[in-house]
């Protein structure tokens, strides 16, 4: 059972739960929570269920002064120290016992369905952490018979390690659909200066014949209108002087 000295945890506590005396078992079948007598407990109190090693207590108190009404050692879940009734998830048969032994059966049940849940639920996490104490304790003291790899080396044993060279693989330069490769970006620093002053002076645009054409004419209507005086007076003379040399002779 319990250790002595052993710390005592608290797995759960309820404020509220209802005590019933049951009838004696007629034959091996299910409990029926309907044959007790639900309306009317015959006690109602506080439960809390706690834990001394591997052993679990289930504690009946008093709601004020928390005296002990009764108590149920569980040292296996499920097992005979709880067991569930067959009609209800609600209520469940307690094996308690006194100091001196002597054990009885008698009826619990919780209002409230979420309450039973979790009564029922700290029972199993505390039955499931003693059965993997019980594995751990197992396999410490079976001796360990399974052959074991012998990786040293040996007397005179050598190991070749054969390293390559990694050798750097060039990256494809991507390519543009149409299956013709990008031409790469001019070298920094050396674009071409842009043209000066001087040469764009030079630089004339060349003029075909036919604008030759045109310009001449151009100039020579320019001269007509800006040159004619002089040429009318240059043959004005010419003709004056013809009649003076006639009337001379």
């Not at 706690?50 to 499920?78: H, M, W």
């Not at 100039?219 to 013809?242: E, F, K, M, Q």
Request: net charge negative.
């Amino acid at each position: 059972m319990a250790t002595e000295g052993a710390y005592e945890s608290i797995l759960c506590v309820k404020p509220d739960v209802n005590v019933y005396r049951i009838p004696p078992r007629a034959s091996n079948r299910g409990v029926r929570a309907a044959d007790w007598k639900l309306d009317s407990p015959d006690w109602t109190g506080r439960m809390r269920v706690t834990a001394r090693g591997k052993v679990a207590y289930i504690k009946l108190e008093d709601k004020i002064s928390g005296e002990l009404f009764a108590q149920a050692p569980i040292d296996e879940f499920p097992g005979i120290a709880v067991e569930t009734v067959s009609d209800s998830s609600r209520y469940f048969v307690l094996r308690i016992q006194d100091d001196s032994g002597r054990s009885a059966f008698i009826g619990i049940g919780f209002g409230d369905r979420g309450d039973s849940f979790d009564f029922n639920v700290a029972l199993q996490d505390h039955f499931k952490w003693v059965k993997q104490e019980d594995e751990i304790s197992k396999q410490a003291q079976t001796p360990d018979n399974t052959p074991k790899l012998d990786l040293g080396f040996k007397e005179g044993q050598t190991i070749t390690l054969n390293i390559g060279q990694s050798r750097k693989r060039e990256k494809a330069r991507p390519q543009a659909s149409g299956g013709f490769g990008l031409l790469p970006p001019p070298p920094a620093g050396k674009l071409a200066p842009p043209p000066s002053k001087s040469d764009n002076q030079n630089t004339q645009p060349a003029v075909e014949e036919g604008d030759m054409g045109c310009l001449l004419d151009l100039d020579s209507t320019n001269d007509n209108s800006v040159d004619a005086p002089i040429s009318n007076t240059t043959a004005t003379s010419d003709l004056w002087g013809d009649f003076d040399s006639v009337t001379q002779k």
